[in-house]
Nanobody, 120 residues
């Protein structure tokens, strides 16, 4: 069993930065795939970024070059550094673990979500 708790969301102006953190409990988190998804109002949840258990990183095209995913296995944590934020990045961001692929919105475990709002 894995429990995920996100933090770090908030309101930022376009061009600004935010760093999301996800703290995890459960020993299986260390070797599970970990990632971030987002859901904007009226839209489906979409893949943002993921890091596999082996360390392979994947990004959605919309965030490549602006967002960076990282992990700290010692702290059971995963992070999402978001730079050059745009109003279209506004969404609830969810941390996820296990069974993540870039081509679906499925994962074995989900956090509760944290709101990111980018003003123009």
């Amino acid at each position: 069993q894995v429990q995920l708790v996100e933090s770090g969301g908030g309101l930022v102006q376009a061009g600004g930065s935010l760093r999301l953190s996800c703290a995890a409990s459960g020993r299986t988190f260390t070797w599970s795939s970990k990632g971030w998804f987002r859901q904007a109002p009226g839209k489906a949840r979409e893949f943002v970024a993921a890091i596999s258990g082996g360390g392979t990183i994947t990004y959605a095209d919309a965030v490549k070059g602006r967002f960076t995913i990282s992990r700290d296995n010692a702290k059971n944590a995963v992070y999402l550094q978001m730079n050059s934020l745009k109003p279209e990045d506004t969404a609830v961001y969810y941390c996820a673990a296990g069974g993540i692929t870039s081509t679906s919105s499925r994962a074995d475990y989900w956090g509760q979500g944290t709101q990111v709002t980018v003003s123009s």
